[in-house]
């Protein structure tokens, strides 16, 4: 069995040039999220903290035991803001209005139950079919009886480090809040996940200063600036250094998520859709396809980490592309799916310095009904394939 850093990913489709293109699209990508990285007291530990008596569940007791795939249906979404709803609602203006624990959390992490998740359907047990927008659960509500749960831990900005460290949110402002690690999350269900899902890697490249520069700078220079972001996440990429190798810190990341959920739980890794019709608002045609080239070559790269850790690993995952249902609906087009790039007002939003907000370059609602149309095919898949081999049985 090969090792995890001996995972032959070098073999390029389009060769080494249009590899290194994927950064581009990061860069967007991390430039209109907001990340402020993971909360570092020290150095990052890519295996998952061991259960603490602080973070366990009075609800997880003998009366009411994690009983695999009994019991209710339980979907949690980890990852970050393409996953979150981030655009969907007006975060800054309800910072004044939330109160309670579960919903100062959710406004920081810029978390909308009007996520593409939410718009999965299920079936309920009964020849119907439930959807998990109507049973989106607080995390520190007290449980109720309910055919379904789901949890999201999704945050704007978030990256691989934050499924173990937390997340600081607002910094520098009154509204900083420290968002808890998401795999936490696994220690506060009623029972064992069944699925999750996770979008994931976008923010790792931490370019958003970049592409700020890019936006202020004319095409010749944003080229010669993106070309030397290229050649650095390249090495970042494919490094052997496990704090620096973005390849490494992927495949981790999905090996912590299947061991914190357990091998019940089915993985939905989901892609990133190809953000910019040909031309628009601070970017050529030509950069355009750049980037939108750079997106399809790291959505491959992902699925070939996917793909290693469910053949070779044995981890119970898939991958899901959304570049078909996003194909000529970009930022820009005529009927676009992604929010355009928004310059903030005074180069602010809210209390916080960001040339662009954060609703950028991010799935409006057709978007979001896009991720979860191509979602939905997988899970309807998946039931599918279970409920045939309980008939084989």
Same mark, same amino acid.
């Given at each position: 069995?090969?090792?995890?850093?001996?995972?032959?990913?070098?073999? #390029?489709?389009?060769?080494?040039?249009?590899?290194?293109?994927?950064?581009?699209?990061?860069?967007?990508?991390?430039?209109?999220?907001?990340?402020?990285?993971?909360?570092?007291?020290?150095?990052?530990?890519?295996?998952?903290?061991?259960?603490?008596?602080?973070?366990?569940?009075?609800?997880?007791?003998?009366?009411?035991?994690?009983?695999?795939?009994?019991?209710?249906?339980?979907?949690?979404?980890?990852?970050?803001? %393409?996953?979150?709803?981030?655009?969907?609602?007006?975060?800054?203006?309800?910072?004044?209005?939330?109160?309670? #624990?579960?919903?100062?959390?959710?406004?920081?992490?810029?978390?909308?139950?009007?996520?593409?998740?939410?718009?999965?359907?299920?079936?309920?047990?009964?020849?119907?079919?439930?959807?998990?927008?109507?049973?989106?659960?607080?995390? %520190?509500?007290?449980?109720?009886?309910?055919?379904? &749960?789901?949890?999201?831990?999704?945050?704007?900005?978030?990256?691989?480090?934050?499924?173990?460290?937390?997340?600081?949110?607002?910094?520098?402002?009154?509204?900083?809040?420290?968002?808890?690690?998401?795999?936490?999350?696994?220690?506060?269900?009623?029972?064992?996940?069944?699925?999750?899902?996770?979008?994931?890697?976008?923010?790792?490249?931490?370019?958003?200063?970049?592409?700020?520069?890019?936006?202020?700078?004319?095409?010749?220079?944003?080229?010669?600036?993106?070309?030397?972001?290229?050649?650095?996440?390249?090495?970042?990429?494919?490094?052997?250094?496990?704090?620096?190798?973005? #390849?490494?810190?992927?495949?981790?990341?999905?090996?912590d998520i299947s061991e914190a959920a357990g091998p019940q739980a089915c993985l939905i890794v989901v892609g990133?859709?190809?953000?910019?019709?040909?031309?628009?608002?601070?970017?050529?045609?030509?950069?355009?396809?750049?980037?939108?080239?750079?997106?399809?070559?790291?959505?491959?790269?992902?699925?070939?980490?996917?793909? &290693?850790?469910?053949?070779?690993?044995?981890?119970?995952?898939?991958?899901?592309?959304?570049?078909?249902?996003?194909?000529?609906?970009?930022?820009?087009?005529?009927?676009?799916?992604?929010?355009?790039?928004?310059?903030?007002?005074?180069? #602010?939003?809210?209390?916080?310095?960001?040339?662009?907000?954060?609703?950028?370059?991010?799935?409006?609602?057709?978007?979001?009904?896009?991720?979860?149309?191509?979602?939905?095919?997988?899970?309807?898949?998946?039931?599918?394939?279970?409920?045939?081999?309980?008939?084989?049985?």
């Amino acid at each position: 069995m090969r090792t995890e850093e001996s995972i032959d990913m070098r073999k #390029r489709r389009t060769g080494h040039a249009a590899a290194r293109l994927f950064a581009a699209a990061l860069a967007f990508v991390v430039a209109c999220s907001g990340s402020f990285g993971a909360f570092r007291g020290g150095a990052s530990d890519k295996t998952a903290p061991a259960l603490r008596a602080e973070d366990s569940d009075p609800r997880l007791s003998e009366e009411n035991p994690q009983s695999g795939s009994d019991g209710p249906l339980v979907v949690v979404s980890v990852g970050d803001s %393409y996953s979150s709803g981030e655009g969907l609602e007006d975060y800054e203006n309800e910072h004044a209005q939330r109160t309670e #624990r579960a919903e100062f959390e959710r406004i920081s992490a810029h978390r909308s139950g009007l996520a593409w998740p939410g718009l999965l359907t299920f079936p309920d047990g009964a020849g119907g079919t439930l959807t998990l927008r109507d049973y989106y659960s607080p995390l %520190y509500a007290d449980a109720t009886e309910a055919p379904a &749960y789901w949890y999201s831990v999704t945050a704007s900005g978030a990256t691989t480090e934050n499924l173990n460290l937390g997340q600081p949110r607002g910094l520098g402002t009154k509204d900083f809040y420290v968002l808890p690690r998401q795999l936490k999350v696994f220690q506060q269900l009623p029972k064992p996940a069944d699925y999750v899902t996770i979008t994931l890697g976008g923010n790792d490249a931490h370019f958003a200063e970049v592409i700020g520069a890019c936006i202020a700078s004319t095409s010749l220079f944003q080229r010669d600036l993106v070309r030397k972001v290229l050649d650095q996440t390249w090495k970042d990429f494919f490094s052997s250094d496990p704090e620096v190798g973005i #390849r490494t810190h992927l495949l981790h990341a999905y090996r912590d998520i299947s061991e914190a959920a357990g091998p019940q739980a089915c993985l939905i890794v989901v892609g990133y859709p190809t953000l910019l019709s040909e031309g628009g608002m601070f970017i050529s045609r030509d950069e355009a396809a750049l980037v939108n080239h750079a997106i399809r070559e790291f959505n491959r790269e992902i699925e070939d980490i996917v793909r &290693y850790c469910d053949t070779v690993l044995g981890m119970n995952i898939c991958f899901v592309s959304v570049e078909k249902e996003f194909a000529g609906h970009e930022a820009n087009s005529a009927d676009p799916y992604i929010f355009p790039i928004v310059i903030a007002e005074g180069f #602010r939003e809210g209390d916080e310095f960001r040339p662009v907000k954060t609703m950028s370059m991010h799935p409006n609602e057709a978007g979001t009904a896009a991720y979860a149309r191509a979602v939905q095919k997988r899970i309807d898949r998946l039931i599918a394939e279970r409920s045939a081999d309980a008939d084989d049985k």
